[in-house]
């Protein structure tokens, strides 16, 4: 049996090596996204455009993603290495504070819809405001949440968030992916044991093959929909399994310190951190197609956040 100081060793190694590969995929990620868009842009193709703006904007927000991690790894490799890490606590935030955040917040929102909406290369300026329009709102809730609850070292804290960027959504991708796959599995079966319906399937799938508008492919979709089968499936898939999973993963850092935690406000903070990692994620990717009603998408995307805060529910 390990003893607890090795138990401790190889958690804090665990936890370097899972940070720094999340950094290294997110920096990756913005890399190839940077790469491909620049290759459109000096060497443009018919209608792509767009493909260049959502690329930048996409890059940047897994660059933003990258540079987050870097003070989680940072802290992890200091605990790997058995050195002191100065401890963490918020002071509660100010009312001043929270109205200037809400301000800035504002400000970003319509200045990235406004520059890539009236300037050519409009993405390029639009990125950090994007960036900041998805961050301050998580920035915000967890400030108001933490309310000077001491966490231990600022390795918690980094860690915490990390770790709600990086485990939280590979397992939740992972696990919606299993349950896709399964409620595909069932679709087949029942299909091949009905083979009216196997062909009524192939027939809404040419209708909708040659379809760019969503409001036809709507229009083609819409009698299938409110078949009560589907209905059911459709609520299974987005109403039970996708929350459970993802509402179960967000304050990871909670499941995996639960001995480690010193009292129930510190639990609570700690899920706090690991919630907005994993909404900041989130936020970063559901915001990142710019175009007509990019304005609208941010603002909803702030009430996305309120998952930073989502083990106040409990």
């Known amino acids: 049996m390990l003893a607890k100081n090795d138990r401790c060793n190889w958690q804090s190694i665990l936890l370097f090596i899972l940070l720094l590969a999340g950094l290294i995929l997110y920096l990756g990620l913005a890399g190839l996204l940077l790469v491909s868009g620049g290759l459109e842009l000096f060497a443009p193709q018919s209608g792509t455009g767009t493909n ?4 930048f904007i996409i890059a940047s927000g897994m660059g933003f993603c990258g540079l987050a991690l870097l003070p989680a790894v940072f802290f992890s490799f200091q605990r790997m290495r058995g050195k002191p890490i100065q401890a963490f606590q918020a002071r509660p935030v100010k009312v001043w504070q929270a109205i200037a955040m809400a301000a800035g917040w504002i400000g970003a929102v319509l200045l990235s819809d406004y520059l890539y909406q009236n300037f ?9 405001f994007y960036v900041i329009s998805i961050g301050l709102p998580i920035v915000l ?4 949440g933490l309310g000077g609850i001491p966490l231990g070292s600022r390795n918690r804290f980094w860690g915490g968030l990390g770790i709600g960027m990086t485990i939280g959504p590979f397992l939740a991708s992972v696990l919606e992916f299993l349950v896709f796959i399964g409620m595909l ?6 299909l091949v044991v009905n083979p009216n319906s196997l062909a009524t ?4 799938i040419a209708q909708v093959r040659g379809l760019t508008d969503l409001d036809s492919v709507m229009q083609v979709l819409a009698p299938y929909l409110v078949n009560p089968f589907a209905l059911i499936g459709l609520f299974l898939l987005l109403g039970v399994f996708t929350p459970l999973i993802e509402e179960t993963l967000k304050p990871a850092i909670v499941w ?12 609570f903070a700690l899920g706090i951190i690991s919630g907005a990692g994993f909404a ?6 559901a915001g990142s197609t710019p175009g007509q009603g990019w304005e609208q998408l ?11 805060l989502v083990v106040f529910a409990g």
């Open 120 to 128: 050519s290369l409009g993405w390029l300026p639009a990125a950090p």
């Open 141 to 144: 809730l967890v400030w108001i």
């Open 256 to 267: 995996l310190l639960a001995k480690r935690i010193a009292g129930p406000a510190q639990g």
């Open 52 to 55: 260049i703006g959502t690329n």
């Open 185 to 190: 599995i069932i679709l087949i079966f029942f």
């Open 280 to 285: 900041l994620v989130e936020s970063l990717l």
């Open 298 to 308: 941010l603002v909803a995307r702030a009430g996305g956040s309120q998952d930073a």
């Open 201 to 204: 399937l192939q027939q809404v």
